[in-house]
């Protein structure tokens, strides 16, 4: 914003988070706390177990199966065993993920992301700072933001995130694309259900299909639309401050042609899907090449 | 007293704090606006639909309809001495949502999506200190009433 007001030419958006100095229970205990602190938190609400009651209303109003969430988990491992910064450079079985350990019904360790150390930086400039910077600018060509209520009691319903749905409208409109342009999109997949949520709120496939849809394999390289092939917040981690700019470093490598092993063919347009909380907040970009 | 309400209180003050009082007394309260009459539950002391700040309690018979539930196993600190547990959201019959612990007297084999459920106000008795909540338990399951309001 400062560029276009021009107070600034050239900005650099540092994120960074470091949560391994507490134990799990500890951050369990913080992060539940974004819910809803008088009705909720006293319940002993936590991140997950939020997600894991989206995820069972999704599973009983649209069929989504144990093993169409897991099929997630095993994608985004896929791809992170190929990106040098992934916390996890490993492949995984839908077998293991199904036999790793309760954390809150239905979901396993698997259907998590953990807690992680990691920083990102993306330099923004004017365009035309940006042409005498780089032989390869990447535009940001869309953005959007949207609200959802604090308390998930207050929605409309469990099985998508408002304020996804209205950052994507918002941000489509900005860049002039649709759902269909794009070729790669860093999703905010911190649990299973996420990632499918994000597909249906996103407008990758019609709402409670986003099963099926990675099942078949529409959101690998050679799909529909790559998703999350930098192994997404499951495999290469999140933490939780670099998150957001991690994935606009994703998209931009993409978009530049310089992913190596894990490069989406013809990549030009991206999306980038950040959530706030347990969807209290939401930003989409979308970022395009020359 | 909203103290009192949550087997940990992260919220002692708010404009519903009789919330709490009427709960330990076996009554379980909505708010009503009383200038548009929207209801709401949780209760809240400012309508969100016309944002007034006059509001007044009413009493919720506490059945409600199963929308989704969470059996808790990495629990958060404060709560590791009842873990596991599994948590529900339920529609009230009388509108609104409730979060709360399922009880004993609905197994766990037994807990299912649209399952009518009747919610039931509770007190920790093992503990010294007076801490109140509401529980998930069978339909037609009773409880005691008292008013020392
Ligand atoms: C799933 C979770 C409860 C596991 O916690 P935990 O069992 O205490 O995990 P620990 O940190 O003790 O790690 C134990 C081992 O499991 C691994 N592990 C932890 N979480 C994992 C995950 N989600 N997936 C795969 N492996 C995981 C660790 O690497 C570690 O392996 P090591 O023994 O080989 O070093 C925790 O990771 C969690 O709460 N994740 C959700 C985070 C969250 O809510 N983020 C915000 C979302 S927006
Ligand atoms: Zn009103």
């Known amino acids: 914003m400062s560029i276009k007001a021009g107070v600034h030419d050239v900005v650099a958006v540092i994120g960074c988070q470091k949560m391994t100095e507490l134990g799990t229970p500890e951050i369990l205990a913080l992060m539940g706390r974004v819910g809803e602190v008088q009705w909720e938190s006293g319940f002993g609400t936590t991140f997950p177990g939020y997600y894991a009651m989206f995820a069972k209303r999704h599973m009983h109003e649209y069929g989504t199966t144990r093993e169409q969430l897991l099929e997630v988990a095993v994608k985004n491992h896929h791809y992170g065993a190929m990106n040098p910064y992934a916390l996890f450079r490993k492949e995984i079985t839908l077998e293991k993920a199904l036999a790793s350990e309760d954390v809150a019904t239905p979901f396993q360790v698997y259907d998590c992301c953990a807690n992680a150390d990691g920083a990102a930086c993306v330099i923004l400039a004017s365009e035309e700072r940006a042409r005498e910077l780089s032989q390869k600018p990447v535009w940001l060509d869309g953005m959007g933001c949207g609200t959802a209520s604090m308390s998930v009691l207050r929605r409309p319903n469990l099985v998508g995130l408002p304020s996804a749905e209205q950052a994507a409208a918002a941000a489509y409109e900005m860049a002039g694309v649709g759902p269909g342009d794009v070729k790669v999109a860093d999703v905010h997949d911190c649990f299973t259900v996420a990632e499918i949520m994000a597909y249906e709120d996103l407008g990758f496939c019609k709402k409670g299909e986003g099963g099926p849809f990675v099942a078949e394999r529409q959101t690998y390289i050679g799909g529909k639309v790559a998703v999350n092939v930098d192994g997404g917040l499951k495999a290469k981690g999140h933490p939780i401050g670099a998150t957001g700019v991690s994935m606009t470093y994703e998209i931009a490598k993409q978009l530049r042609g310089e992913a190596g092993e894990r490069q989406v063919p013809d990549a030009d347009v991206g999306l980038t899907h950040n959530v706030g909380g347990i969807g209290q907040y939401c930003f989409v970009q979308i970022l395009k090449r020359d | ?149």
Not at chain 2, 5 to 31: C, E, R
Not at chain 2, 72 to 88: C, L, Q, W
């Open chain 2, 1 to 149: 007293m909203f103290k009192w309400f949550g087997k940990v209180n992260y919220t002692p003050y708010t404009k519903v704090s009789d919330f709490a009082q009427y709960l330990k007394d076996g009554h379980l309260m909505g708010s009503r606006c009383k200038k548009c009459g929207a209801t709401s539950f949780p209760p809240r002391a400012d309508c969100g639909a016309c944002m007034s700040g006059d509001f007044e309690f009413y009493e919720l018979s506490g059945k409600g309809k199963l929308h989704t539930f969470t059996k808790i196993v990495a629990a958060p600190t404060g709560f590791e001495d009842v873990t596991p547990y599994i948590v529900g959201v339920v529609d009230l019959e009388e509108g609104g949502k409730a979060l709360a612990w399922f009880g004993d007297t609905i197994p766990e084999e037994g807990i299912q999506i649209g399952m009518e459920v009747q919610m039931v106000p509770r007190i920790f008795e093992e503990l010294e200190e007076i801490k109140v909540y509401y529980s998930l338990e069978q339909p037609g399951t009773t409880w005691a009433k008292t008013d020392s309001r």
